[in-house]
């Protein structure tokens, strides 16, 4: 990478107190919506919420930073999130390691009077509450898992599928689970925790091959509702909507509800806003010098106008959306991951007036866009210590910012404003904030061109291809104008603009795990602590023929994909009944008319999405058992099972025929790409028999946001040659190594191969190239006729990794000097020394392609 010499003295000192800063719990938020919650019991959910984020938002304390043009804080801490205790997830988390925070990895800071108030005031209330509590409470109801209890013959089982269990996963994955409490020495205290929370696991993973986490988020904030026309004026719309409702047929009293729980928060937003007007004006009392009066005078002035008004200025639109955003992150709390959306398309009016009347110029407007993405990059959150292993701590909500693209009416939308977007991210030297071009057959050829010159700076953005993501859309009931004006959430996920809740994050399920319980009739990989093992699917002496298992494969899918529909529908219920979000749903497409919050349907349009991970490993693994067992019959399947649940141990010649004698996803060969497909077609179609609770449909995506790697040390070997431990495949990647010798095009020509309507919520596509490649004018254009090409075939997105394999060692060895050294990983972007180091590993391992001239 160059280094950067072309940001501003103020944007580098923002930058660098971003990457130094430590990392700090604010348990604020969580303090308040504790003691709102307690007080409301009774009251309608959407008022409960809206009363909570009412409550936060006037008690929180509120700071403006040195230097910064654009005000607003999400928590007291300077580098801190928003804990949702309510939701549960992170309450657990929070409960598990709150006297190891400082020994973590990337250590957190927390003061004892913080831990005291957390243990003795905001645990307890949560506790058997949360949307964890309900969702694991109707799981046990569903048999979805397995109620406790201490029966005999239960804990017989448990000891069993325990011993099974260490036996067959990777070697140090328990030290890897409690490795933070190892550093201080285990206290009786941390024994009794952790065995309270030894049935958590179960409530996210049903079953070995799942995952349903206690998120909904993932979607596009209505920010560019409120740029356009103000807060006020949605709000002057739902009372509207309150009084027309009032005169309806039949009792609303939800409906009702509901509204007065949106125009509450809405007005609270404004109120927040205004007390950073309010601190700016006190601020001015004791500025030193007339530049800094100044510049709290203009935040006073903008905070007292925007959110609650359509901005008069570029510099209030930009303060506008970040205002609106942050609060959105207040109210959902942690992991929300809400896109920024189409920022070139929403700011370019107030860009193109005050351009034209000379009051601001293109190096204001870059320097403010770069302070935009860093607020949008600083946050942190609290990572269970195993989960770090795979993922980042800095950033890890990703909100993303799309740009380029088509028209509603299917013109090009490239302007101005998305050169300036990529220029400044490019001379800032890149965040994690993700940056999304979208690319369609009438994208200028220069914009294209600029925005791969980014990578000869930094990583970090992504491309989409405008045909195939618009095709999948319509597939989906989006009507052609909306369609054209996607953008993308969180990591590669699509989703129409503050119109879809689209659920596409944190229904999962590990496709290789599915192949292997159908290997061991539904015995491995084992079921522990309250999970439910597979589905008694044959045995594999009595697979004749590889239809036979092929069968018994997608019927062992279709049985964990009815489990995830069930799962996902206890989930949906306990949001609905008891954590909606009036705030997010007022910025919504379709809430206010329906008179109905995001959680119970009320949005445009409503999807789920079934993200799948590990589809290489699992391509690659069912057609090397088709080669080698069915149709050369050199090894019998039972002896394949045998070797894998061994880990090959003795069998490295068979090994080798398996990873070297077989054709692989990946290097454009017709078989297995066909295996790929067909497996995707088939989830597509069985997606399709499902409604979700309220009443939208199930879509599909293929990415693992780093979580590949964590499948990795819970599954042993797999047919196509992967030992235990080691990561599956990421996204419609191939598995690593295995198109080393065929080269980028070859990947590119398989991913392309994919239908967009089969995958219609999103997928990944990563691939690493040696920095060489774009080093001279014909490598640029090169590599900009290869994404063209790629798109043309009908591939859906890319994201190069630019950095070369000695770079990444260098920098596990000496991170300091690599502290914003940004990758891609699976869809999001992340500094790569914040990473754990098996993810880190992960990258290194991916094949190093290189382009020549």
Known sequence: MEKDSKFSPRIARMKEKLLTAPYEICIARALHFTRSY????????????????????????????????????????????????????????????????????????????????????????????????????????KRLIEKYDKTPLRLVRSIRNLRRFIKYVAPGLGKKIVSPYQRKGFSLKDIVTLYKLRYEFSRNNPTPALCCFDMQGHLSLGVDKVVEHGLQAIIDGIEKRLRALEKEKGENKRGRNF????????????????????????????????????????????????????????HEAVQSAWMTHLIGEIQYGTHEVFAVGRADQYLYPYYKQDISLGKITQEEVIE????????????????????????????????????????????????????LMLSAYERMGGCINQLSVRIHDKTPKDFLEQAVKVFRRTNGIAFYNDHSIIKGLLKDGYSIEDARCYCIVGCIETSGQSDTQGCPGGHEITLPAVLIMTLTNGEYPPPILGQKGGLPTGHPADFKTFEHLLNAFYKQLAHQIKILVAAV??????????????????????????????????????????????LATVADSLLAIKKIVYEKEECRLTKLVDACLNNFEGEEKLRKKLIYEVPKYGTAEGEADEMA??????IHEEAKRYKNMRGGRFRVALYSYGNHVLDGFFLGATPDGRRRGEPISNGISPANQRDAQTGPLAVLRSAANLPPECISSGVALNLNFHPSGIKSENGLLAFTSMVKTYFELGGMHFQPNVVSRETLWDAQRRPHLYRDLIVKVSGYSAYYTDLGKPIQDDIISRSEHHLYD
Not at 276 to 284: G, N, Q, S, V, Y
Not at 288 to 295: G, I, L, N, P, W
Not at 677 to 682: C, E, F, N, Y
């Open 38 to 141: 307690r007080q409301t019991e009774g009251l309608d959910p959407n008022l409960r919420n809206a009363l909570a984020l009412r409550r936060t938002l006037e008690q929180q304390k509120v700071f403006i930073y040195e230097g910064e043009w654009i005000a607003g804080s999400k928590t007291e801490k300077f580098l801190a999130g928003p804990l949702s205790v309510e939701r549960g997830d992170f309450l657990r988390s929070m409960q598990g390691e709150i006297n190891v925070l400082s020994l973590k990895r990337n250590p957190f800071s927390m003061t004892a009077e913080e831990k005291k108030i957390f243990l003795k005031e905001i645990l307890p209330f949560w506790d058997g509450r949360t949307v964890r509590d309900r969702k694991a409470r109707c799981w046990e109801k």
């Open 368 to 419: 403010l866009l770069q302070e935009f993405n860093l607020k949008l990059t600083a946050n942190v959150e609290p990572i269970p210590e195993f989960g770090s292993e795979a993922n980042s701590m800095l950033g890890n909500s990703q909100h993303c910012l799309a740009i380029g693209g088509l028209t509603p009416d299917g013109e090009d939308a490239t302007n101005e404003l998305s050169y």
């Open 677 to 682: 497909i067909s497996i995707v077609r088939w």
């Open 569 to 614: 529908s206890c989930k949906d219920k306990a949001f609905c009944d008891f954590m909606p979000a009036p705030y997010v749903s007022a910025l919504m497409d379709g809430c206010i008319e329906k008179a109905r919050d995001i959680t119970d349907g009320g949005a445009k349009y409503d999807f789920t999405s079934l993200d799948l991970r590990g």
């Open 259 to 314: 509204l007065q729980a949106a125009i509450i928060s809405l007005k609270a937003a404004i109120s927040y806003s205004e007390r950073f007007a309010a601190l700016a004006e006190e601020m001015m009392k004791d500025a030193k010098d007339s530049a800094d009066k100044e510049r709290l005078k203009k935040i006073a002035n903008h905070c007292r106008y925007v959110p609650r008004y359509k901005p008069r200025s570029f």
